[in-house]
């Protein structure tokens, strides 16, 4: 249509120095790992650490990751207090037991995530999708999902869970920054 316009990245003079970090570290083609942990520790920091006002693509507050880590959490306490099966009644997803896996991979991004109507949103789903197709990786029955995720979501599980969901979500939101 002619009207949308390139993102504009912010310009504070922390910003001014990630992107030229950026630049230079891909430059390159490979990114050695004490490299991206600084990168990745600027953009957090510019971004206001994960807790501030949001600053153009950053992090800021991440609402939408916020939210989503709380369903998260409380999905991994009901399955690993009473089963996938039941959780999914409780959840009002009894359509899904006995459903394939894609189906229910469907289901449990809806009922973690919101619609995706802000980019934080987007992301915060995005990072869900990759931290389910982890999980459910290679299976196709319900039987197989019932077993990975009742094995996965258990209590002592959810800090490692919680941790993958925000690199991914880390990573999303790196991506919409420096695409450009």
């Keep these: 249509m002619g009207t949308s316009k390139g993102y504009k990245a912010p310009s504070t003079p922390q910003w001014g120095k990630l992107k030229g970090d950026v630049t230079r570290a891909s430059s390159d083609g490979s990114v050695a790992p004490e490299v ?17 006002a949001t600053q153009g693509g ?12 709380g369903r998260l959490a409380n999905l991994i306490r009901s399955v690993s207090a009473q089963g996938l099966s039941e959780t999914l009644h ?26 995706g109507s802000t980019l934080d949103e987007v992301d915060a789903r995005n990072a869900m ?43 999303r939101r790196f991506c919409h920054t420096f695409y450009e």
Excluded: H, P
């Design 36 to 52: 991206a942990r600084t990168i990745i520790g600027g953009f957090l920091q510019a971004s206001g650490g994960g807790g501030g």
């Design 58 to 69: 950053g992090i800021g507050g991440g609402r939408a990751a916020q939210r989503v880590a």
């Design 90 to 115: 409780d959840s009002g997803l009894a359509n899904l037991v006995g459903q394939s896996a894609r189906d229910i991979s469907i289901g449990l991004l809806d009922l973690l995530c919101d619609d």
């Design 129 to 171: 999708a990759n931290l389910i197709e982890d999980l459910l990786m290679g299976t196709t029955s319900y039987e197989q999902v019932q077993q990975i995720l009742e094995e996965e979501l258990q209590q002592d599980a959810t800090e490692s869970l919680l941790i993958r969901f925000f690199g991914y979500y880390i990573y």
